[in-house]
């Protein structure tokens, strides 16, 4: 592995050594295009949607009670409620530290119509200004909370509570201080010196964490993973190695069987099988995931190089065999559970959005330690196709679980009320365990830390949209790169460089595994001719690097193949078998009934519906495809659009389905 | 709907009205074959095994310490655990009562090897009375529990448990009391007059019920339905009609949200939509049947015609679209329920035991109120391919659910440990929810009351296997007949009538759906010429029918064509497009990858491995049947013997599918 010295600046992972070094909220900006609509609607609607149900079903008030002393009556929520307004502040650390880079940067508002820069400025200032406030109100108030040897949970620990740490299988009391410590560390890295206490409350929480469960103390883990990834980076973020090390022990403790065996056994949390020895991912998808993002940050800090091989084959038979074509994982309602290899129904597929976000997570732990582009690949495909799918173009409404096949028209939800979680097949504006929008939010805000790294040799393009680019390499040169592209809709990725170089330095673009055809073209600011390169990749996710001594004005042309495209199953996933699935570039599709209106194939049974894999797809002038569908009882047939997946269910009740049975099949 | 007066015999249903009139245990016995064998080990050792949990686990003994009145301390067992106590008491009564009948008609002991005539009766008299001494003893000791107005339930109504009836939704009261009365029915018409106390017991309790439910009453159902088929049961058996009002009411109900809503809505408990109004069987698959073999007898009983053409429809529904090959019912593990039409996964197919069971109670109210063939169709599929199933060869060990496809070898259950109940792959002693031994003891004890049925025309015989049966019919003839096959193995059937009959009368032979070139000979005793009469189902399960003055030693052979064939899917089904299960019979057939070892295909990639159609299906000399299976991957290729469904994992661990991938599909 190759060790780079990183300096931490506004990222979420900042491992101390690997092949990658993270390029920040500062150094890189989201300037347009779909994940830019997506951010702007995350830093306005979502946040205040959250904060509006936090407030509303009493969860922020739950740390009111304990500071009063009124607990445990009047508690509301699940036990792992305080976690989502952790989650909640993460999220608002991002977004405020996202906007105050945009607005030292001037790259706030470039997508809002009508804005201008400086406009713009004012306005991200103003909203920053108003997180800010709202995050040290909250805080405050969960401080309150805090006992003064650091212990915090709403749930244990008074009288008529449990006892802390008597129930660590369903408790959530470590999962919960996991995600209080990333929030600190979002706030500590965009908000350095901050007078507001989190980072403080979370120190003290960690402190408590390591007195009670260090060497020689108690040696059981927490029934849901997230404490460890939480420990690390915090660790990370304030210079505290007993942190990391704090982490590395609950890693290593998993697979002990130190929590009661349950009707789902122990894989359920990952305590059946040390994470070591693993062969893939298992049981609770979001656990599972969690736990891998923290084993690899301890791995990695560590130097624990038998580890991060045992991870690399976990994600890898995760990726081949666990996942669905949408980077979706979890496949089991029950246990929200993976299934076995090749277990991948679409009926009822779990696919929850936090496994999604979480998936996100430890794949990119795993790229920044290797470099290798294929994590890159599924982060793309994931966010495209799981976390993007959840929320409701409005950022009010989010699924929970992320279905692939839906028989029966959903009832819509009532946006009024709370929703179980997963039972809805429509979009619902909370859940009773609400995770996913904090979850997607804190992921969206933070979302231009996942899109470039760096490393000796220069540049690395993981994720492509309109974008800004100013870093600096290891060698203190000073790179300005801005990406312009209407990805994914359009394969052209430009990247115009803004720096001169007087040596070389290597710009590396990822080429997905579906980029069939791919070439690279380098169009020099002196007028030189074209240089173009086959960029194609062979089989498999990968990257075509330039290296050369950039002058200001050159340019470097991504053409990747987007036309649309029928994907066919691995065959041993059985129940899929004959299907045929439609992308294009990273997005897969869906068919909606709401689009056979008006087609001779309206009144068709859903069921009987086929499609033609020999007619030809069809880009619409939308943005969906149009595929030939056949009535295999009837024998009727229509061109028929399919949507974008992630946009499903936006025109109300709808069966869907993104396999469709091949003609013939 | 033809009325026919029924006299109650050793029958479990009992309807005043109808197509068909059941025969009972006095009339119809099992005399060999698979069935017998069944019944035999179901007597013996299944009896001992449940008796000796439910002791050992202590759900008799909540009844001892409610006597004492010493609960809620000690009470051990989930809130529905008296339930398996009364099943239990059902499961001995019928067995008393076919032991009894068989000693009185001389037909026990006819499989045992060895035992005379003489022999054998003595043994069933001794095993009667040993088993009548024990539902004796448990009668006493739940009697001693009952309290004076009638109530009678282990878990509520003293200080510190929950108040009667204050939780519905899922405190399983009414539900056990169900099975109280089912219990009491099976006593009442295989002992009538017994002076042990249990129909005294159900009936103080079905007075209180009507009582606190009656009209003008509480108005709400119970959680898990029961109640309902077993009040309609005890009213026709005890001359209440009180209860088949009470009966009524309960049914009629349902639908209307007296309920909770809950996360798998209120579908899960019927509580959605009115039992009249319903399209198909929905939720909780067990809650789903016991409702409609409830309503069925509700139904028939106050002829209403229009609730028994809804239930019709429903199982119509159900049967094509929501049922497994294997009549297997219900598609989720997380509410144990039915899924959307067409959502059959043989991935983790749940196919609960108990769901079987109360398939069959459904079907068979349907069988006698229209004698259609085709509900027996189902009865028969789900007996050898669900019911059968779940206990081990040897009677001491269970499936919960009925998977359709192991994707990985299970481990072996502890015989000494209680299991969850549905997560082992391999049959366990017993669960926490343990309903299925004493669901499927109770229906293998009474299995001969669903062999045969009269009508004012004659007999009909709708399930095969030897038999003897003595009946009159409606006008008084006597008609003995005696059965003699190999089925399922065999397709012959061979009906011997034993009595003389001046006039005609009608013999009514079930023809199955699969019996495609079915024929059936009469051989007349006077030497005359065989006559021959084409038999075949024309796509559906029919029946053929013989009227004749018969004499004894008149014979008729039914010839069903029992050759091994391949079963394609509905192509709605997605979970298993491309697929093919192997039949013969009645009989699903499963491949086990025990049986590749030594083959060709011993190394592969069970995920690799296809059937091919073009090869035809070879019996086995042991029962089996042998395909030509392909790895995909390799092209490797072997015969390999396939077990019947119900016998699978009775050889240790294995993987196991009983839908195949077809070559080429």
């Excluded at 991002?94 to 030292?104: F, K, P, Q, Y």
């Excluded at 004012?122 to 108030?141: F, G, H, N, P, Q």
């Excluded at 060698?475 to 359009?490: C, F, I, K, W």
Aim: net charge negative; hydrophobic share 40%; aromatic share 8%.
């Amino acid at each position: 592995m190759t060790i780079t010295t990183t300096t931490a600046r506004l990222v979420p992972v900042a491992p101390s050594r690997g092949a990658l070094r993270p390029l920040g909220l500062d150094e890189v900006a989201i300037t347009g295009g779909p994940w830019a609509r997506r951010q702007r609607v995350n830093g306005t609607n979502t946040l205040d949607h959250i904060e509006g149900w936090l407030e509303r079903e009493g969860w922020i008030a739950n740390f009111d009670l304990a500071a009063a002393g009124a607990l445990p009556e009047g508690r509301r929520g699940r036990e792992f409620s305080d976690s989502e307004v952790y989650k909640y502040l993460e999220a608002l650390a991002w977004e405020i530290g996202r906007l105050e880079s945009a607005v030292r940067a001037g790259t706030g508002g470039a997508d809002a119509s009508g804005a201008d820069a400086s406009d713009a400025a004012a306005s991200d200032a103003a909203r920053a200004a108003e997180l800010d406030a709202r995050l040290r109100a909250i805080v405050a108030r969960v401080a309150a909370a805090q006992e003064p040897d650091g212990y915090l949970d709403t749930r244990f620990g008074r009288p008529g509570q449990g006892a802390r740490w008597t129930d660590l299988e369903w408790g959530h009391e470590l999962y919960c201080l996991g995600h209080l410590f990333q929030a600190a560390v979002a706030r500590a890295r965009t908000r350095p010196g901050a007078d507001d206490g989190l980072i403080e409350v979370a120190r003290r929480a960690a402190d408590l964490v390591c007195a009670v469960f260090g060497e020689g103390g108690d040696e059981r883990i927490c029934g849901h993973a997230e404490v460890e990834v939480g420990l690390a980076e915090l660790g990370r973020a304030l210079g505290e190695p007993r942190y990391v090390e704090q982490a590395r022990l609950f890693v290593e403790r998993h697979g002990r069987g130190t929590l009661r065996d349950i009707e789902w056994g122990r894989s359920y949390y990952q305590d059946d099988v040390a994470v070591r020895d693993a062969t893939a991912l298992r049981g609770h998808s979001v656990r599972a995931n969690y736990l891998a993002a923290g084993a690899a940050d301890v791995a990695i800090e560590t130097g624990d190089d038998d580890l991060v091989d045992a991870l690399v084959r976990q994600w890898e038979t995760t990726a081949e065999r666990r996942t669905y074509v949408t980077g979706g994982q979890g496949s089991h309602h029950q246990d929200e559970a993976f299934g076995e290899d090749w277990e991948l129904p679409a009926d009822r597929a779990y696919s929850e959005t936090c496994a999604g976000v979480a998936s996100v997570m430890f794949s990119w732990r795993l790229l920044l330690a290797s470099g290798d582009a294929r994590y890159a690949d599924l982060v793309e495909r994931t966010l495209f196709n799981v976390v993007e799918t959840s929320p409701a173009a409005d950022g009010r409404a989010f699924y929970y679980a992320n279905t692939l096949h839906q028989r029966v028209p959903g009832e819509p939800a009532d946006p009024d009320v709370v929703s179980p979680r997963a039972h809805s097949s429509l979009r619902a504006p909370w859940f009773d365990v609400s995770c996913c929008p904090p979850n997607t939010a804190r992921t969206f805000a933070s979302l231009a830390a996942y899109v470039a790294t760096a490393d000796a040799s220069g540049i690395q393009l993981h994720q492509y949209a309109p974008a800004t680019i100013r870093t600096a390499l290891d060698d203190g040169r000073e790179v300005a790169l801005d990406v312009e592209t209407g990805y994914p809709l359009s394969g052209s990725v430009v990247v115009r460089v803004r720096s001169d170089a007087p040596s070389p330095w290597t710009l590396t673009l990822r080429v997905p595994a579906w980029a069939e055809g791919a070439r690279l073209v380098v169009r020099p600011a002196d007028g030189g001719a074209d240089e173009v390169q086959n960029a194609s990749p062979r089989g498999r996710a990968g990257t075509v690097s330039v290296a050369r001594a950039w002058a200001a004005g050159d340019s470097v042309v991504l053409d990747l193949p987007v036309a649309p495209r029928f994907t066919a199953p691995d065959p041993r996933i059985d129940a899929v078998r004959g299907c045929l699935v439609v992308e294009r570039g990273p997005e897969v599709f869906a068919l909606e009934t709401v689009d056979l209106a008006g087609t001779a194939l309206e009144a068709s049974d859903f069921a009987d519906l086929r499609i033609d894999p020999a007619t030809a797809l069809r880009d619409l002038a939308d943005g969906g495809v149009a595929a030939e569908l056949v009535d295999a009882r009837t024998g009727a047939r229509a061109e028929v659009p399919f949507v974008r997946y992630h946009e499903w269910a936006e025109r109300g009740p709808s069966q869907m389905r993104v396999w469709v049975p091949a003609l013939g099949a």
